[in-house]
T-cell receptor, first 111, second 117 residues
Framework: GQSLEQPSEVTAVEGAIVQINCTYQTSGFYGLSWYQQHDGGAPTFLSYNALDGLEETGRFSSFLSRSDSYGYLLLQELQMKDSASYFCAPLMNTGFQKLVFGTGTRLLVSP | GAVVSQHPSRVICKSGTSVKIECRSLDFQATTMFWYRQFPKQSLMLMATSNEGSKATYEQGVEKDKFLINHASLTLSTLTVTSAHPEDSSFYIC?????????????FGPGTRLTVT
């Protein structure tokens, strides 16, 4: 089977740093993606880790450890607009590639 | 970046009727599109993978005769909810995969809010 775990909710203040963890158990694991979704909106791609280590994209960084089946998304210099849901999404290769979304972490940034 | 559109954005239909939702990739060709449904404050559940020119691949538990998927061209996939019932009310989102070296990246449409009365 497969399982994904993320914290359900995280709160922080503007300017702070937040780390959202994700543990996974999937077959045919290819890599780990992260998506952001504002209420009522479409998910948007944030980052992807194919290899172990840290990927940095502006204020957002993502980390993957394949041996630990673990990854995290790091958000720095938080802004109010970062309040959204964040999903880790393993890319699986079971004959063809597909994303499986975690339960999502709701991030609330306060002034 | 790549743009995916969906139509309609909202639809209300009566129980027992069918509803068609369109998903278009506007500025790129998508050999593979995906259909998801999302209940309020929950995750996206993959329903099916749609490949241009071939039958869709449905996830376990998704009724293929109820959720008809057609991917007739490289820029259009449609999802038809047949004989809709109130429990089918949900947010339906499509996505398209950018090919080549960024095959891991999916672009999502804005979603369709379906309400069945």
């Amino acid at each position: 089977g497969q399982s994904l775990e993320q914290p359900s909710e995280v709160t922080a203040v503007e300017g702070a740093i937040v780390q959202i963890n994700c543990t996974y158990q999937t077959s045919g694991f290819y890599g780990l993606s992260w998506y952001q979704q504002h209420d009522g909106g479409a998910p948007t791609f944030l980052s992807y880790n194919a290899l172990d280590g840290l990927e940095e994209t502006g204020r957002f960084s993502s980390f993957l450890s394949r041996s630990d089946s673990y990854g995290y998304l790091l958000l720095q210099e938080l802004q109010m607009k970062d309040s959204a849901s964040y999903f880790c999404a393993p890319l699986m290769n079971t004959g063809f590639q597909k994303l499986v979304f975690g339960t999502g972490t709701r991030l609330l940034v306060s002034p | 970046g790549a743009v995916v559109s969906q139509h309609p954005s909202r639809v209300i239909c009566k129980s027992g009727t069918s509803v068609k939702i369109e998903c278009r990739s506007l500025d790129f060709q998508a050999t593979t599109m995906f259909w998801y449904r999302q209940f309020p404050k929950q995750s996206l559940m993959l329903m099916a993978t749609s490949n241009e020119g071939s039958k869709a691949t449905y996830e376990q538990g998704v009724e293929k005769d109820k959720f008809l998927i057609n991917h007739a061209s490289l820029t259009l996939s449609t999802l038809t909810v047949t004989s809709a019932h109130p429990e089918d009310s949900s947010f339906y989102i499509c996505s398209a995969r950018v090919g080549g070296g960024r095959s891991y990246e999916q672009y999502f449409g804005p979603g369709t809010r379906l309400t069945v009365t």
